[in-house]
């Protein structure tokens, strides 16, 4: 028996004041999302990793949360004289009187061949972690500045810095550039100059809300909270909320035109369309939860923070846009607002093209279309995902990229950023012959002993991050574990410790998503065929989208490779919302089934939901291209892969080979069971509507 909702302006009116209620009682706490952040990468990590542990005990002898900016000196290739040396000299002092720098400034130290100078400033931070690190260097910056020499700094401190200059301003930037896309789109979709209004209002009240409840996880709760996840938390938000409202619109406006009466009209709306909106936000936020079996903290918090934003935007859309939108009456629509009796459309150019395509020949079309995404797929290999090294984060050139480059070219790679040892205290002697005897090892340390424990810091040859570096802290942990409870740490541990957890994440959660995904369309579809087929196809496209984003990051935007937990945010992304629109389409689908041959079913299905899905699935690949235009390499990885990733899935997966396998599969596709006519009597499927 269907479920009967009744609407009325009364409900309508306290569906509204709760929403104020709920925005009031948030948007204070909203605010202070930022400040939750943690942004130290040996929070990301578990507490069970070598360098974390490392980490903790350094902190003994170096104190806790510095960030080494290392300041390096020179004049383009000529000899530094007795004169630059006295003017460094003079620096540190300055640097050492600094409010932030506690510990010993390290420095002047010249390089072999006397043409740069390095001077390393500890520099300690405060509860918003690297963030603190902007003001100190800039008045190390500031210092510098004065010798007459070319001065940068770079190195952990200069690095967390010039991070944070990157993120000052991104959220606003973000919020506003995904605000005018989502605007236009919205506008060229509706073709009206004020139902946009509506969505984006309730999109906005969305965010805010989810915004304040994720604050209240980070600060009472535990949850980890960085740049990242919440810049991510903006554009999904965004893209999953609009593409809610075009989905409930679409089926309100066809019941416009069947009945006279609006609330009646958006109760049947709402029945109909909302299951499997429904089915969509539950697919996308576990998808997302399978998130928190993995290692990395950064990644483990990713799943509750996304899966809150797509729940809350369920809600608010499902709730507060139906009230404003039933209250505001038809000429909300105008000027092409639908009036009772209006013949419906059965979907426009765009729909009988598809049709065409996949109706005479469906076995060679989906063969053909797998056959091509596949050979897109190959691309995959060519992905990079083993890290980043610092100066490879950054889609610009800012200073402490350009003073790493000044340093290697005097100095070895791991200046300024030196591996950490520790070990028991009686050892420290044995420690040091150690890690001195290991390759890539260009000096270590006197040891520094205290409660038990003794400290020493190695300089390794190689850039911090890079694949040598790594190599060289394997060498250096086999060295040092002969000595029982001996730990190697520092920045190159930390990268390796965080590739490994990736490696890990991604074997433990990708087939625990499809897994997911699978039960959530098994149980919705009843049937094992279709959301196999589904999942294949969704599989393929992500494929086929990793293996197109590899290609353009190599060859047109000349990255140097992708961040470790690239691939599995990608893959998550790209599954969970991927699946939306091939829900929407199985479902039409399948309640098509109960009256029509799964051919005919098919056919009725992709055209009456083609320029809906295709409207919201332009929506959302347009709110993750936002990403492009923060200068973040991660950033715009993401962006790129799910944008082109949801159009592929979107122009060619959903509209082309899911339906083409469909028409060849026949009732072959609802096995164990098809629909009956007598069985859709009794239970009522649902599905996105006709676009109009």
Same mark, same amino acid.
Not at 36 to 47: E, V
Not at 117 to 137: C, E, R, Y
Not at 148 to 171: K, Q
């Given at each position: 028996?269907?479920?009967?909702?009744?609407?009325?302006?009364?409900?309508?009116?306290?569906?509204?004041?709760?929403?104020?209620?709920?925005?009031?009682?948030?948007?204070?706490?909203?605010?202070?999302?930022?400040?939750?952040?943690?942004?130290?990468?040996?929070?990301?990590?578990?507490?069970?990793?070598?360098?974390?542990?490392?980490?903790?005990?350094?902190?003994?002898?170096?104190?806790? &949360?510095?960030?080494?900016? @290392?300041? !390096?000196?020179?004049? $383009? #290739?000529?000899?530094? %004289?007795? +004169? /630059?040396?006295?003017?460094?000299?003079?620096?540190?002092?300055?640097?050492?009187?600094?409010?932030?720098?506690?510990?010993?400034?390290?420095?002047?130290?010249?390089?072999?061949?006397?043409?740069?100078?390095?001077?390393?400033?500890?520099?300690?931070?405060?509860?918003?972690?690297?963030?603190?690190?902007?003001?100190?260097?800039?008045?190390?910056?500031?210092?510098?500045? &004065?010798?007459?020499?070319? @001065?940068? !700094?770079?190195?952990? $401190? #200069?690095?967390?810095? %010039?991070? +944070? /200059?990157?993120?000052?301003?991104?959220?606003?930037?973000?919020?506003?550039?995904?605000?005018?896309?989502?605007?236009?789109?919205?506008?060229?979709?509706?073709?009206?100059?004020?139902?946009?209004?509506?969505?984006?209002?309730?999109?906005?009240?969305?965010?805010?809300?989810?915004?304040?409840?994720?604050?209240?996880?980070?600060?009472?709760?535990?949850?980890?909270?960085?740049?990242?996840?919440?810049?991510?938390?903006?554009?999904?938000?965004? #893209?999953?909320?609009? %593409?809610? +409202?075009?989905?409930?619109?679409?089926?309100?406006?066809?019941?416009?035109?069947?009945?006279?009466?609006?609330?009646?009209?958006?109760?049947?709306?709402?029945?109909?369309?909302?299951?499997?909106?429904?089915?969509?936000?539950?697919?996308?936020?576990?998808?997302?939860?399978?998130?928190?079996?993995?290692?990395?903290?950064?990644?483990?918090?990713?799943?509750?923070?996304?899966?809150?934003?797509?729940?809350?935007?369920?809600?608010?859309?499902?709730?507060?846009?139906?009230?404003?939108?039933?209250?505001?009456?038809?000429?909300?629509?105008?000027?092409?607002?639908?009036?009772?009796?209006?013949?419906?459309?059965?979907?426009?150019?765009?729909?009988?093209?598809?049709?065409?395509?996949?109706?005479?020949?469906?076995?060679?079309?989906?063969?053909?279309?797998?056959?091509?995404?596949?050979?897109?797929?190959?691309?995959?290999?060519?992905?990079?995902?083993?890290?980043?090294?610092?100066?490879?984060?950054?889609?610009?050139?800012?200073?402490?990229?350009?003073?790493?480059?000044?340093?290697?070219?005097?100095?070895?790679?791991?200046?300024?950023?030196?591996?950490?040892?520790?070990?028991?205290?009686?050892?420290?002697?044995?420690?040091?012959?150690?890690?001195?005897?290991?390759?890539?090892?260009?000096?270590?340390?006197?040891?520094?002993?205290?409660?038990?424990?003794?400290?020493?810091?190695?300089?390794?040859?190689?850039?911090?991050?890079?694949?040598?570096?790594?190599?060289?802290?394997?060498?250096?942990?086999?060295?040092?574990?002969?000595?029982?409870?001996?730990?190697?740490?520092?920045?190159?541990?930390?990268?390796?410790?965080?590739?490994?957890?990736?490696?890990?994440?991604?074997?433990?959660?990708?087939?625990?998503?499809?897994?997911?995904?699978?039960?959530?369309?098994?149980?919705?579809?009843?049937?094992?065929?279709?959301?196999?087929?589904?999942?294949?196809?969704?599989?393929?496209?992500?494929?086929?989208?990793?293996?197109?984003?590899?290609?353009?990051?190599?060859?047109?935007?000349?990255?140097?490779?992708?961040?470790?937990?690239?691939?599995?945010?990608?893959?998550?992304?790209?599954?969970?919302?991927?699946?939306?629109?091939?829900?929407?389409?199985?479902?039409?689908?399948?309640?098509?089934?109960?009256?029509?041959?799964?051919?005919?079913?098919?056919?009725?299905?992709?055209?009456?939901?083609?320029?809906?899905?295709?409207?919201?699935?332009?929506?959302?690949?347009?709110?993750?291209?936002?990403?492009?235009?923060?200068?973040?390499?991660?950033?715009?990885?993401?962006?790129?892969?799910?944008?082109?990733?949801?159009?592929?899935?979107?122009?060619?997966?959903?509209?082309?080979?899911?339906?083409?396998?469909?028409?060849?599969?026949?009732?072959?596709?609802?096995?164990?069971?098809?629909?009956?006519?007598?069985?859709?009597?009794?239970?009522?499927?649902?599905?996105?509507?006709?676009?109009?």
């Amino acid at each position: 028996m269907a479920v009967r909702i009744r609407l009325s302006r009364r409900i309508g009116w306290v569906v509204i004041a709760c929403w104020v209620v709920a925005v009031v009682a948030t948007a204070g706490l909203a605010g202070k999302l930022g400040s939750a952040q943690k942004n130290d990468a040996t929070t990301w990590l578990p507490k069970s990793a070598e360098s974390t542990k490392v980490s903790e005990l350094a902190g003994k002898f170096t104190g806790t &949360d510095v960030y080494p900016a @290392v300041v !390096v000196y020179d004049r $383009g #290739g000529a000899v530094l %004289d007795a +004169a /630059d040396r006295a003017r460094v000299a003079g620096d540190v002092g300055r640097f050492t009187a600094l409010p932030a720098v506690h510990g010993t400034v390290e420095g002047p130290i010249v390089s072999e061949d006397g043409k740069a100078i390095q001077v390393v400033v500890p520099i300690t931070v405060g509860a918003k972690g690297i963030l603190d690190t902007l003001s100190p260097v800039k008045a190390v910056r500031a210092i510098a500045a &004065d010798s007459g020499m070319s @001065v940068h !700094v770079t190195g952990p $401190g #200069g690095y967390g810095a %010039d991070s +944070a /200059d990157a993120f000052s301003g991104v959220n606003s930037t973000l919020l506003y550039v995904t605000i005018a896309i989502v605007v236009v789109i919205l506008l060229v979709t509706y073709r009206s100059p004020v139902l946009w209004l509506l969505p984006l209002l309730c999109v906005g009240v969305a965010l805010t809300v989810a915004q304040g409840l994720i604050y209240l996880l980070a600060a009472h709760a535990g949850l980890t909270v960085n740049s990242d996840t919440e810049f991510l938390l903006t554009v999904l938000v965004f #893209g999953a909320g609009t %593409d809610y +409202a075009l989905l409930l619109t679409a089926r309100y406006r066809e019941e416009l035109r069947r009945r006279e009466d609006r609330y009646e009209s958006m109760a049947t709306a709402i029945r109909r369309a909302g299951p499997t909106i429904a089915a969509s936000a539950i697919t996308v936020a576990l998808s997302l939860l399978c998130l928190v079996v993995a290692d990395l903290n950064s990644t483990k918090s990713l799943g509750p923070v996304m899966a809150t934003g797509v729940i809350i935007s369920f809600a608010v859309l499902t709730t507060l846009y139906p009230a404003l939108l039933v209250l505001c009456g038809r000429w909300i629509f105008w000027p092409a607002a639908p009036s009772f009796g209006d013949a419906e459309p059965r979907g426009g150019r765009w729909g009988r093209i598809l049709e065409r395509l996949t109706a005479s020949r469906p076995r060679r079309v989906w063969q053909v279309t797998a056959a091509a995404l596949a050979v897109l797929g190959l691309g995959l290999f060519g992905l990079h995902a083993s890290g980043l090294q610092a100066q490879d984060t950054f889609r610009t050139r800012p200073d402490a990229v350009v003073g790493e480059q000044v340093l290697l070219r005097h100095f070895p790679g791991g200046s300024g950023d030196p591996l950490q040892i520790v070990g028991p205290a009686a050892e420290s002697d044995h420690l040091r012959a150690l890690a001195a005897a290991v390759p890539g090892v260009v000096s270590v340390s006197t040891p520094v002993q205290s409660g038990g424990l003794a400290y020493l810091e190695a300089t390794s040859a190689d850039v911090t991050g890079s694949d040598a570096a790594f190599a060289t802290v394997e060498r250096l942990r086999t060295a040092v574990h002969a000595v029982p409870g001996a730990m190697v740490g520092g920045s190159s541990a930390v990268a390796a410790d965080t590739l490994h957890s990736s490696r890990h994440d991604r074997n433990l959660v990708v087939p625990l998503v499809l897994s997911v995904v699978f039960l959530i369309m098994a149980a919705l579809l009843r049937a094992l065929v279709a959301p196999a087929l589904v999942l294949v196809t969704v599989v393929l496209s992500l494929a086929a989208a990793l293996g197109v984003s590899a290609f353009v990051f190599d060859k047109i935007f000349g990255f140097a490779g992708a961040d470790a937990a690239f691939p599995l945010w990608a893959f998550v992304f790209l599954v969970s919302l991927g699946i939306d629109y091939s829900i929407f389409l199985m479902a039409r689908i399948r309640e098509e089934s109960a009256h029509h041959d799964t051919p005919t079913a098919t056919l009725i299905a992709t055209r009456a939901t083609s320029g809906t899905i295709t409207a919201a699935g332009v929506v959302l690949a347009g709110t993750f291209a936002a990403l492009l235009t923060l200068p973040l390499v991660f950033a715009a990885e993401i962006g790129f892969t799910v944008a082109f990733g949801v159009l592929l899935d979107t122009f060619v997966v959903r509209t082309i080979l899911v339906p083409a396998l469909a028409r060849d599969l026949g009732d072959r596709l609802w096995w164990p069971r098809r629909p009956s006519e007598k069985e859709n009597a009794r239970r009522e499927l649902v599905s996105p509507g006709i676009p109009t």
